[in-house]
């Protein structure tokens, strides 16, 4: 597996999991398992405070309960840029589709890198946690540089004051159709190839 950290960081191997406090454990636990289909799974009984734990797609779910409900914001505007834990999907028509069946209101966003398209959905968990669905994986993981910070955004990089940015040479993506730009979806092109293993998990996002 790829590791796109610098030097000296710390030995990590993997996400384990996310916290999630929450209004109702009850609520949550729905929602993970039935829209999400996170399976719940065996929490420590030493535990002296109400929560559950869930697992799928290599990490875990850890829902605690919130010892004062009433003080959670409630949040109903959906906003890209908020917080949030981002799913790779296989197909983005059939997770729209879920949605509407559920009721569950979303809003969608499109970005483009290189005649690249990338799909996102973004919707709420029962407290308002922000969650996104995409085909990110679309997208190569391309390292900025050894010890080179960079911020990042849909059409540019730029590089660190003290430290001009190298650029790193990537395969050309082929253009897409007018059709593919127009409707923002993936061309019919193969993505470009990825530069970690097909065994890693990668997220990027320009949310």
């Not at 535990?47 to 919130?66: E, K, R, V």
């Not at 983005?92 to 799909?119: H, N, Q, S, T």
């Not at 993506?173 to 065994?199: F, H, I, L, Y």
Request: hydrophobic share 40%; with cysteine.
């Amino acid at each position: 597996m790829m590791s796109v950290g610098r030097s000296g960081g710390l030995p990590l191997a993997s996400l384990n999991h996310i916290s999630i406090v929450c209004r109702s454990v009850e609520a949550s636990l729905d929602f993970y398992m039935n829209v999400l289909g996170f399976t719940p799974v065996r929490r420590p009984g030493s535990f002296n405070f109400d929560g559950a734990w869930l697992f799928n797609y290599g990490i875990g779910i850890h829902l605690l309960q919130s010892e004062d409900p009433e003080s959670l914001p409630e949040k109903t505007e959906i906003n890209p840029k908020d917080n949030h834990i981002s799913f790779q999907c296989e197909s983005m028509p059939a997770v729209e589709r879920r949605l509407k069946e559920l009721d569950i209101p979303y809003i969608k966003r499109c970005v483009e890198e290189g005649g690249i398209f990338v799909d996102q959905i973004f919707f709420h968990d029962p407290d308002g946690f922000m969650i996104e669905i995409c085909n990110c994986d679309n997208l190569p993981v391309i390292p900025l540089g050894d010890h080179t910070f960079a911020m990042a955004s849909c059409k540019r990089a730029v590089a660190a004051k003290q430290q001009p940015l190298t650029p790193v040479p990537a395969q050309a993506a082929p253009p897409a159709t007018a059709a593919a730009a127009a409707q923002c979806v993936p061309s019919a092109n193969k993505a470009m190839p990825r530069v970690a293993g097909d065994e890693a998990a990668a997220h990027i996002s320009c949310a």
